[in-house]
């Protein structure tokens, strides 16, 4: 059993923690969320709707039913058990099922700012929510963004995903000052307790973040990667589920959204080189910035690869010269076509890129040539393994 206390507010300096006790197994430990006090009034007191949010990962992992010593939303609730713990479930087979039990539901409203907010790391999707927003009225224009430290920084959190967490505060708030935007910034040690890869629990990390902000979000944006017919149970493969989930984390306070759903990943990066805020702030890297490097992108992960061959294609890549290197970038370009062709469990946006790059007429027989060498190479590891057992 996972016993989950009520919350508590407690002030440090210009910091707010709003934390709780929770026991597992007899062990004692404190969940905890910082903010700036500035947002102290807006914080949630009144109902562990974050907490058992954040926390539900862990008691699925561990098959621990989750008892609570206090409120929560009965909406919330009801989603937790008629839909997300048997999704979970059917996605990933080592999960077990189990219950969320209450001292008493709540359905009080406790929003009284009326506003808007999503998440801004200066990526594709979320500057394409933002974007998508801009021409919208309260309480559905987006009045703040949100940057938290609960995994996307460090799976296991700790003092280097916090480094890297500032770092990259350094660019998202640059951006938030051209566009006239506050960020809220919330620093967890939720990482530390669930020990889990954050690409398999990242939705409700994030989420449980925005649920602490209830009386101050009205709406909430979540910025996923995928499409409307995107949705699939895949194993452990949530982000394929995010359509399902994300709306099943509302309250009777906020209401979340999946943002941007009907935009492949090809027209949210199109969407967002028609704005010149993005040219300088865009940040898709896996590699965090490394002082003395000009560029805030390593333009060699993955994912800048991805990010730049698309903007080549669509003809804009040019103007982000000044976020990735691009001279790196086509030297390495066919390779990277190879590799992606190469790839034998393709990615719902490593599909979509590969149709494109074959419509414009991409192909040459330097591209066909890293393909077979990297399928060959794979190969010749698969035997040396079978050779070797």
Not at 8 to 13: A, V
Request: charged share 25%.
């Amino acid at each position: 059993m996972i016993i989950i206390d009520k919350p508590q507010l407690e002030k440090r300096n210009d910091k707010v923690i709003l934390s709780v006790d929770f026991e597992i197994e007899a062990d004692r430990r404190k969940l905890w969320y910082s903010f700036s006090n500035k947002y102290e009034e807006y914080l949630i007191v009144e109902q562990l709707d974050a907490f058992v949010v954040g926390l539900l990962f862990l008691g699925l992992k561990t098959g621990h039913n989750i008892k609570l010593n206090a409120p929560i939303s009965a909406r919330l609730f009801y989603s937790l058990n008629h839909y997300l713990i048997d999704a979970f479930c059917l996605v990933n087979p080592d999960y077990k099922r189990i219950k969320i039990i209450p001292s008493s539901l709540s359905t009080s409203d406790f929003n009284v700012a009326n506003t808007a907010g999503t998440g801004l790391s200066c990526g594709i999707d979320s500057f394409a929510t933002y974007f998508e927003h801009k021409n919208e009225v309260s309480p559905y224009l987006i009045e703040y963004f949100t940057f938290f430290n609960v995994g996307s920084h460090g799976d296991n959190g700790g003092d280097k995903a916090r480094k890297i967490f500032n770092e990259r505060f350094n660019n998202v708030s640059q951006f938030a000052e051209k566009v006239n935007r506050e960020v809220i910034t919330v620093d967890s040690n939720l990482s530390e307790i669930l020990k889990m890869k954050f690409q398999e629990t990242y939705n409700l990390r994030t989420i449980s973040c925005a649920l602490l902000l209830q009386k101050l979000f009205k709406n909430y944006y979540y910025s996923s990667g995928t499409r409307f017919d995107h949705f699939a149970f895949n194993n452990k493969e949530i982000a394929d589920l995010d359509m399902l989930v994300i709306p099943n984390l509302s309250t009777e306070s906020t209401s979340v959204f999946v943002s941007a759903l009907k935009y492949s990943r090809i027209d949210r990066t199109e969407l967002i080189s028609e704005f010149p805020q993005t040219y300088e702030h865009l940040d898709v890297c896996t590699h965090p910035y490394i002082e003395g490097r000009d560029e805030i992108n390593c333009s060699e992960c993955y994912k800048c690869q991805r990010t730049m061959l698309t903007l080549e294609l669509l003809g804009k890549l040019e103007f982000y010269e000044k976020v990735f290197d691009l001279d790196k970038f086509r030297k390495n370009k066919k390779k990277y076509i190879g590799w992606l062709l190469s790839k034998k469990k393709k990615l719902t946006l490593d599909r979509e890129l590969i149709r494109v790059i074959k419509e414009m007429n991409q192909m040459d027989s330097e591209i066909y040539f890293y393909m077979i060498k990297n399928i060959l190479y794979r190969q010749k590891l698969k035997l040396k393994r079978i050779f070797n057992s």
